[in-house]
Structures are given as structure tokens and as C-alpha cells.
């Protein structure tokens, strides 16, 4: 498992344009009667753009010729009125496709953003908070102008196209060849620059990915930037991140900008072909309203050619956008239910490990062959040095990660052959990193069982003498908590954690370095408080501090991986081997 840091460009999975257009565009099929409007007003749009041209040839060739202003006047009045419809039309159609295309955004960003909420702690473990927030964010903002123009543009201006051509071929063949031949320069300067353009944009976005991983990494360490006085240092890391950023857009945009002039060279080419074929080579034989029609028809023709190329720019712009967003959601939950699997009863906490081994990167082992037996209702303790693998094991229990070797039961049930929802509903988890959300200190309490009464809210609270501080606070319960829960002290986010952690009154109770933060009278007072909530359940308590679990029923003394001594407190201090160490390291003067 390599970390992709902001220091390191991600790596990109090829996948066909082709293909992610598609599946890009299947987002518009749920609004098929509003695409339909649309369709109906751009087909209208399509003819009078087609018989204007036509207007002019017979305004100029049947009326101005001979004279004839009446005729002329009721032409330019149906020109008039088709055009104010035309007008009319145009302004509904991108007021029908602006909300449709936000709706689309959203429907993908929540897509998105439902489907990471599935990935397992490994696909977060190895890329930074950053990265995931751009592809959320800017990588779906970018594909706005591609669902807009798709329809509103690309559909129209390929009838056009084709319907101007066959009108020019079929009023006068020569002529519509003399403003054909600059086609293929146009085609081959077009996939040239696209060639080029693609690559550079995935690097701009690359780049923008890794800028959004720094700035959110710089904020959420702030206060130790501060305290150690680097801000002269990270300063120095933005400019870089800043200069990668802007030299890869440069160096995209440069391609990109290249399009117009492609196209407007083409059409410069065509006017000169145009009137060399018409006036030089055919002369009198072309009526003055015919080679004045094919001039709109020219402009008609090659216009629409400029929004195609336009929205294939967008498309080399941004699908590379699109195919961010994509690749998350292709991505599995390395953690999910497999086919067929039903819930777990009611867990009464037995919970076994049969020669398990783990390992977060191939071939570095985490555990190895690891077995033990819990009772329901035991309290284990596990401690050792940090890195030996003891959150490892609690994080297997909860199945936040799945062996490699042998099996976890709980209940005699493999926990791979039960739905995750099932396991974890039934557990009470608290880290080391005891997270705040943005909200009252009620509903973040609640948030261990969202069901959750008032009175249940304040025994949890009372349980592990979290109510006494609360109650002082200005709004009690009803206390804003601003982000990570700031205002409050580090020992005070703890109590309200293990609040949260208390109030779903699990079968399966986790404490991993629940206490860290508390000072010892405090801590004093928690012991004593769960007391009762522990009784009857199997719990895992995680500690440094060898006071906090001797009374726990079993102490697992894990070292490299292994449990290398288990007993109560009594027993281990009577063996003087790791557990005798490790305590008298702690308490000898």
C-alpha cells in the first residue's frame, strides 16, 4: 500500500474518452422530456438558421432586383418574427439546460461522495484528505461546460453541419467544394493538438490535486506550524506547489488556445477558395443572391465547426476530470459483504482468532499466528510497545481491515460471512483520535446510537462524568461545538467521545487509549463510572498506562506481532517477564 503524499503526482488509469463520455452522458438520460424539449427547440433553431441564408438569396435575386418592395417588406417581416421566436428559444433552452446540468453535478457528486462513504480505512490510508476533496469538488465542477454543451451545442451543430453541407452541394456542387477543401487541415491540425493538449491537462489536474492535499494538510496542522515557527518553510513548499500549478496550466492552455486559430485559419482559406472559385473561375454564371447566400452559407458552415471544435477542447480540457471521478468510483471497497450474507444475532461476545496473521503492505506482517479465545463478558487488556499490534487486533474485530491468514469469529460467526452494518451496530468503538463534528455536544453524543432519547444522551454522559462540565458550559447539551470540536480542552473532546462511544451500550466495547487525555483524577472517575457498562460486555481496552487495566481479566502482552504473555495483573507480575518489565519501567523510582 503506497502513500500518495502531495509531494507525488497520482497516477493515472488510461481509460477510453470514448467510453467515460458515455458513461458520463447516461447522467442525462433521467431527464429525457427536458433533454427532448431542448432537442425540439435546437431543431427549430437549426432551420432558420438554415433558411435565412436562403431569405437572403431570394431578397436580393426576387425582390431588390426587380424592384419589388412589397414582397420585400413581407419577407424581412417573417424573417423577423421566425427570428424573435428563435431568440426566445434560445433563452429557454439554456435556462432548461442550466438547471438540468447543476441537477446532473449533483447527482454526480453524490454518487461520488456515497460511494467513497463504502471504501475501506486502506483506500484512506493511502492518499491524503486533499486529494479526495478535489475530485469532489473541482474534478465534477469541470464537467459542467461538457453536460452543457453536449446538448446545447455539439447535437445542433453537427445537424447543421451536415444539413448546410448537403443545401451547398445541392445549390452548387463547385462552390461547396471550393469552402470544403480546407477540411483536412482543419482535421489534422485538430487531432494533433489533442494529441498534445490531453496529457497536459491530466498533469494540470495532477498538480491541482497536489496543491489541495497541501493546503488542507498546512490547516489541519496550523498550530504545530506555529509552534515551531515554520511558516518561512511551508511558505516556501506553497510557492513550489503554486509554481507547478500555474506552469502546468500554461503549458496546457498553450495547446488549447491553438484550436481557434486552427479553425479560424481554415475559414480564411474557404473565404479566399470561395471567392477565387466564384468570381475567377465561374463569374457571371453565379447570380449575385447565389454567391451572397453561399458566403452566409460559408459563415453557417464553418461557425458550428468552431463550437464542435470548442467543445472538443472541453472535452481534451476536461475529461480528464472525468476520468478522476470515474476511477474512485470504480474503485472496490477492499472491506464489503459478500453475496448472500446475513446479519449477526444478537452478539453475546465471544469472539475468537484462529491463527491469524495481517499486514498492511505485502510482506511486512503486522500479526502473525495469532490465537486466542474471549468469553462473553471478559475484559482484556492489551499493551506492549507502540507498533506491536495491538490496535491492529481491535481493528480486525470491528473487520475495518480483513486477514490475510486464518479467521476472526465472533459468536463462532466469521465475521466476513456477516454484513458489516450487523457487526459494527453492535460495537462500541472509541480511538485514539476522538473526532468532534460541527453541532451541538448533544447530537454529537447521539451520534453513537442516532436513535437515541434525551435521558439516554445524559446517562451516557453522567456514566463517564462528562455531565458535571457540560452543564457548565453556556447551553449545556445544547452547546455549539465549532470544527474538531474547538473550544473544548483535549480531556474534555475525550469525555464527550467516550459519551458517544457509551450511549449505543455495545455488545463488543473497544477503548483504544480511551484515557490518554484525561488527567488521573478524572480518570479515576471514568473507571468507576463504566463500571456497570462494562459488566456483561466483552471488552478490549487499549493502554500505556498499566494502572487503568488491572482489573481487567485477562491482560494480552503483544510484542512483534505476537501475544507473547497472557494472565490477570497478578499472574504476569508473578512471572517477571514482558508484563513485569513493562510495569516496573513505569512505576519504579
Not at 507502540?386 to 479467521?407: H, M, P
Request: hydrophobic share 45%.
Amino acid at each position: 500500500m503506497a502513500f500518495n503524499s502531495y509531494k507525488e503526482d497520482e497516477k493515472t488509469v488510461e481509460t477510453s474518452k470514448i467510453v467515460t463520455l458515455f458513461r458520463l452522458f447516461r447522467y442525462l438520460f433521467a431527464y429525457k422530456w427536458q433533454i427532448i424539449v431542448v432537442l425540439l427547440m435546437m431543431g427549430y433553431g437549426i432551420v432558420v438558421s438554415l433558411i435565412n441564408p436562403l431569405i437572403m438569396e431570394a431578397a436580393i435575386d426576387k425582390y431588390i432586383g426587380t424592384g419589388n418592395l412589397t414582397g420585400l417588406y413581407k419577407l424581412l417581416g417573417i424573417a423577423l418574427a421566425v427570428n424573435i421566436v428563435l431568440v426566445l428559444a434560445v433563452k429557454l433552452r439554456m435556462y432548461i439546460m442550466a438547471k438540468v446540468c447543476n441537477k446532473v453535478l449533483l447527482t454526480i457528486r453524490q454518487d461520488l461522495y456515497t460511494h467513497i462513504q463504502t471504501l475501506d480505512f486502506a483506500f484512506f490510508d493511502s492518499r491524503p484528505t486533499g486529494k479526495i476533496l478535489s475530485r469532489i469538488i473541482g474534478d465534477i465542477n469541470s464537467l459542467k461546460d461538457i453536460l452543457t454543451n453536449c446538448v446545447t451545442q455539439l447535437i445542433p451543430d453537427v445537424l447543421t453541419v451536415f444539413s448546410v453541407a448537403t443545401i451547398m452541394l445541392i445549390k452548387n456542387y463547385r462552390l461547396a467544394l471550393a469552402c470544403f477543401c480546407t477540411l483536412p487541415v482543419m482535421i489534422i491540425g485538430t487531432v494533433w493538438l489533442e494529441a498534445h493538449a490531453h496529457p497536459r491537462w491530466q498533469k494540470f489536474r495532477k498538480k491541482s490535486s497536489n496543491l489541495n492535499a497541501f493546503l488542507h494538510e498546512d490547516m489541519e496542522g496550523i498550530r504545530v506550524i506555529q509552534s515551531f515557527n515554520a511558516q518561512e518553510e511551508t511558505l516556501e513548499t506553497f510557492d513550489l506547489l503554486v509554481d507547478e500549478h500555474k506552469s502546468s496550466f500554461k503549458d496546457a492552455v498553450r495547446y488549447s488556445d491553438a484550436f481557434f486559430p486552427v479553425i479560424d485559419i481554415s475559414w480564411c482559406l474557404g473565404c479566399i477558395a470561395l471567392y477565387f472559385t466564384g468570381i475567377v473561375l465561374m463569374g457571371d454564371s453565379v447570380s449575385v443572391g447565389t454567391f451572397t447566400a453561399f458566403c452566409a452559407f460559408l459563415w453557417s458552415f464553418y461557425f458550428p465547426i468552431q463550437n464542435i471544435s470548442n467543445f472538443y477542447n472541453q472535452i481534451v480540457t476536461n475529461i480528464a476530470g472525468a476520468e478522476r471521478v470515474f476511477e474512485i468510483m470504480d474503485t472496490e471497497p477492499g472491506i464489503k459483504d459478500a453475496p448472500g450474507v446475513g446479519e449477526i444475532p444478537a452478539i453475546k461476545g465471544n469472539v475468537t482468532f484462529e491463527n491469524v496473521s495481517f499486514c498492511y503492505e505485502d510482506g511486512v506482517k503486522v500479526l502473525e499466528n495469532v490465537n486466542f479465545n474471549i468469553k462473553p463478558g471478559e475484559t482484556i487488556a492489551l499493551v506492549g510497545p507502540t507498533g506491536a499490534g495491538k490496535s491492529t487486533i481491535v481493528n480486525l474485530i470491528s473487520r475495518f481491515y480483513d486477514v490475510q491468514e486464518g479467521t476472526v469469529r465472533i459468536d463462532g460467526y466469521d465475521v466476513k460471512d456477516v454484513t458489516i452494518r450487523s457487526l459494527r451496530e453492535q460495537m462500541g468503538i472509541m480511538t485514539q483520535d476522538n473526532f468532534l463534528f460541527s453541532g451541538t455536544i448533544k447530537e454529537n453524543i447521539r451520534y453513537g446510537k442516532l436513535d437515541a432519547t434525551d435521558e439516554e444522551i445524559i446517562e451516557a454522559a453522567k456514566a463517564v462524568n462528562a455531565h458535571e462540565f457540560i452543564m457548565k458550559l453556556e447551553n449545556g447539551y445544547d452547546t455549539e461545538l465549532l470544527e474538531r470540536g474547538s473550544g473544548l480542552s483535549v480531556g474534555q473532546k475525550q469525555l464527550l467521545a467516550f459519551a458517544r462511544t457509551m450511549v449505543s451500550k455495545p455488545s463488543i466495547l473497544i477503548l483504544d487509549e480511551a484515557t490518554s487525555s484525561i488527567d488521573t483524577k478524572t480518570e479515576m472517575l471514568i473507571q468507576n463510572g463504566i463500571e456497570n457498562l462494562l459488566k456483561g460486555r466483552t471488552s478490549f481496552v487499549i493502554a500505556h498506562r498499566l494502572s487503568t487495566i488491572e482489573g481487567a481479566d485477562r491482560i494480552f502482552v503483544v510484542d512483534d506481532g505476537r501475544i507473547v504473555e497472557e494472565g490477570n495483573a497478578k499472574e504476569l507480575m508473578e512471572k517477571k517477564g514482558a508484563y513485569y518489565n513493562l510495569y516496573m519501567s513505569q512505576f519504579s523510582v
